[in-house]
C-alpha cells in the first residue's frame, strides 16, 4: 500500500469513487442489490473516502438521525486492503468528524463478521442478530468522550 489519505467530502465530491467501491464490495461481493445499495440517503451524509495514491479502496458516511447521535453507514473497504488499518483509519476519521459536530454517541449496523472488528474500536453490540439485505446484522454503540 502506498500513502493512505483519507478525506471528508460531500456526495456530489465523492460519487463515482463513493459508489465504485461500494459497488464493489456490497452488490458485486456480497450481493445486495444495487436500490437497496443506493438508498437515497448520500446526499444528507457526511462521505468518507480512503484512498491509495488517489485509487479509492475505501468508504464510509455519517448521518444524523438525532444532533447527538451519529449513525455510521455504508462502512466498505475493497478485498485486497483488508487487515492493513483502512477501516481502522477511516472510522477514525468518522468519529473526528462525528465529535467536531457535537456527536456525544455513534451508532452503526454491523455484519456480524465484522462485529469484532467494531469491537476492537470500542462499539459495544446492542441487540440480537437481524437481517439486513439478507445479511445478519446486530446494533453497536460507542460513547464518545468529548
Known amino acids: ?8 467530502g460531500t456526495w456530489d465530491a465523492f460519487e463515482d469513487a463513493a459508489t465504485a467501491v461500494r459497488t464493489a464490495v456490497f452488490v458485486e461481493e456480497q450481493g445486495v442489490s444495487e436500490d437497496e ?5 448520500d446526499s444528507d ?12 479502496v475505501g468508504t464510509a458516511r455519517l448521518r444524523f438521525p438525532e444532533s447527538t447521535v451519529g449513525k455510521v453507514e455504508r462502512v466498505a473497504v475493497r478485498e485486497p486492503y483488508r487487515g492493513d488499518g483502512v ?11 462525528a465529535r467536531d459536530d457535537g456527536a456525544t454517541e455513534l451508532k452503526l449496523h454491523a455484519q456480524t463478521h465484522v462485529e469484532p472488528f467494531y469491537q476492537q474500536l470500542g462499539y459495544e453490540t ?7 439485505a439478507g445479511i445478519p446484522h446486530v446494533k453497536m454503540r460507542k460513547q464518545l468522550d468529548g
Open 126 to 132: 446492542v441487540s440480537d442478530e437481524f437481517e439486513e
Open 87 to 97: 477501516g481502522a483509519a477511516l472510522m477514525r476519521a468518522v468519529e473526528d468528524a
Open 1 to 8: 500500500m502506498g500513502d493512505l489519505e483519507i478525506s471528508a
Open 37 to 41: 445499495e443506493l438508498d437515497g440517503n
Open 45 to 56: 451524509a457526511v462521505q468518507f473516502l480512503a484512498r491509495d495514491d488517489e485509487y479509492p
